[in-house]
């Protein structure tokens, strides 16, 4: 799981981490820093949520489909739903897992002495960590609320660093409380609200992620702390460093090739900072903007028409939809559509749009789906109205579950959620048109919401256990 880490600036240059004396990293706060900037070195890579992560998070889904007209390999296993455990196209358990190992090394630090800084880098790293093990159960682990497999969470490494360790999986429920223990930790430990930009995690960015994380978890009470971290991050709104974009700016937000209107904004609590260094950025062959913008390299990434075609054309989220220059599907297929959420080229230069990973306004969807689970539609329903009529929707008549998920859908198409939604609410999805592969429909249990352990982890580590089915 530990492959590789860099805790340089330049964040895909990296080096074996039998080469990194990562035992002996840290002597003081500037090293402390440079270990912290290593967590983010790590998940910024393509496998991770430079790419791949938020790319599996739509083609996983009844969202996205791959062109028939494009025969390059990458994403078709993902894109057809043909995977196995010996062959995919899965690598981010390694660098969330090498991220978690550097944030390790920051948290478990006893030799610099206590200041505001070392609090605040310790609350940092355990943000980080609870980060990485969220996205890593959600991945490799049934939905918590599902209960199947509940014995088959992830391995919890929370030590020093131990090449030679074989760890087990853990049950999803310890996983769980460990990443509640570390966004809670995280924000009780940081007492700087304001991130140097937001390519650095903050306190709200673990209170936004812990909304989501209960919402997931689903156990007695969980849903009363998902609204309570909901409203927390919905109140510190209205200030420069974090609030909500409007319908005037929000084509903007996305679009706009001057990275001083679409970066760095208030509307975003995380992204990943990309620039035109060829090491800090996915370049020409795997940048998110390469598969799904009209005029990237290997485009191919399409949105179902039907999808399009749900959203009124006064919704200020249509326009983010692109369909002249869509290639023809054949036979009694629709054409798809390109989204403009992923830009080619920025002020910056070429594929150096910052990736947008957690957004002020999932507070608002978490909030509704929240309130639906318990039982209070009436007041769901003035949050889902409110939420939708801002951006030119229609309203709705009530607040169902599926009509929560339908908004937050077209909220976050090609940000990688749906996926997600679909397993936290334990639902399946099928794809009646642009299905190109032998898999058109996904049931709830399917192991394909569970993506399997890397054969080579299943090679070296006699205590791990493979997903059954895989």
Request: charged share 20%; hydrophobic share 35%; proline share 4%.
């Amino acid at each position: 799981m530990f492959l590789v880490v860099s805790c340089s600036e330049e964040r895909l240059n990296e080096k074996p981490l039998d080469q990194f004396p990562i035992e002996n990293a840290i002597s003081d706060e500037q090293d402390m820093r440079q270990v912290l900037n290593g967590v983010y070195d790590q998940y910024s890579g393509v496998s991770g949520f430079g790419a791949n992560i938020l790319a599996y998070g739509d083609l996983i889904s009844d969202n996205v489909f791959i062109s028939s007209t494009n025969n390059d390999a990458a994403y078709r296993n993902v894109g057809f739903l043909n995977w196995s455990a010996d062959s995919g196209d899965f690598n981010m358990l390694a660098v969330l897992y090498n991220g978690i190992t550097l944030a390790n090394t920051v948290i478990n630090n006893t030799s610099v002495a206590d200041s505001d800084n070392v609090h605040n880098y310790k609350g940092e790293a355990m943000i980080a960590r609870g980060l990485g093990y969220y996205y890593a159960v959600s991945f490799y682990s049934a939905n918590p609320t599902s209960n199947l497999n509940p014995e088959l969470g992830v391995p919890l490494n929370l030590g020093a660093y131990n090449p030679d360790a074989k760890l087990p999986r853990v049950s999803i429920s310890e996983v769980y409380d460990q990443i509640i223990k570390d966004l809670t930790t995280g924000i009780s430990l940081m007492t700087n609200e304001v991130p140097k930009d937001k390519g650095y995690l903050s306190p709200t960015a673990a209170r936004l992620l812990l909304s989501r994380v209960y919402l997931t978890r689903g156990k007695a009470g969980d849903y009363e702390k998902s609204l309570q971290y909901s409203n927390e991050v919905i109140n510190s709104a209205g200030t420069s460093t974090f609030d909500f974009v409007d319908k005037g700016n929000y084509v903007d937000y996305f679009t706009n090739p001057d990275v001083g209107i679409s970066e760095n904004q208030p509307e975003t609590v995380w992204e990943i900072n990309m620039n035109a260094m060829p090491s800090e950025n996915p370049g020409v062959n795997e940048a998110l903007a390469v598969f799904y913008a009209s005029n990237g390299g290997k485009r191919r990434f399409l949105f179902r028409d039907s999808f399009y075609k749900s959203f009124a054309a006064t919704d200020i989220r249509s326009k983010l939809f692109q369909t002249s220059g869509a290639p023809s599907e054949g036979g009694t297929n629709p054409k798809g559509v390109w989204t403009k959420k992923y830009i080619v080229k920025t002020s910056k230069g070429n594929f150096t749009q910052n990736i947008k990973v957690l957004r002020m306004s999932e507070a608002y969807l978490n909030k509704m789906e929240a309130l639906v689970k318990l039982g209070r539609n009436t007041e769901a329903l003035v949050v889902l109205n409110s939420f939708a009529t801002s951006r030119g929707a229609a309203a709705y008549s009530t607040a169902s579950l599926e009509n929560v998920l339908t908004e937050r859908r077209k909220e976050f198409f090609g940000e990688g959620q749906r996926y997600f939604d679909l397993k936290r609410n334990n639902l399946g999805f099928s794809n009646a048109t642009n299905c190109y592969g032998t898999v058109c429909s996904v049931e709830p249990d399917s192991k394909l919401f569970v993506i399997p352990m890397p054969l080579r982890e299943m090679n070296v580590n006699p205590n791990m256990k493979q997903y059954p089915g895989y």
